[in-house]
Nanobody
Framework: QVHLVESGGGLVQSGESLRLSCAASGERIFAVIPMRWYRQTPGNKRELVAHINNDGLQTTYGDFVKGRFTISRDNVKRMVYLQMNRLNVADTATYYC???????WGQGTQVIVSS
């Protein structure tokens, strides 16, 4: 079992940056599992923001990211990060950390981007 806790959300203006963090606990094999960030707005499905493989060498992003976000991980600290630059109003959502091999989700962290 793995437990995930996100942090780092907040209110920013369009064009600004935020860095989200996800702390993983309860699983000693964190270093061998892929991790993902999703986001969700009210009334909509969760959409994949970014994926990173176990060693951090392979990443994929949703089409809407367009080079603005970077996912990374620190396997020693059991952390996953999402650096988000050039945020815009459409990025407003609750962002979730996900461990697909365990079906685990964090509680989410809210990001609000004002114009």
């Amino acid at each position: 079992q793995v437990h995930l806790v996100e942090s780092g959300g907040g209110l920013v203006q369009s064009g600004e940056s935020l860095r989200l963090s996800c702390a993983a606990s309860g699983e000693r094999i964190f270093a061998v599992i892929p991790m993902r960030w999703y986001r969700q707005t009210p009334g909509n499905k969760r959409e994949l923001v970014a994926h990173i493989n176990n060693d951090g060498l392979q990443t994929t992003y949703g089409d809407f990211v367009k080079g603005r976000f970077t996912i990374s991980r620190d396997n020693v600290k059991r952390m996953v990060y999402l650096q988000m630059n050039r945020l815009n109003v459409a990025d407003t959502a609750t962002y979730y950390c996900h461990a697909p091999d365990f079906g685990a989700w964090g509680q989410g962290t809210q990001v609000i981007v004002s114009s």
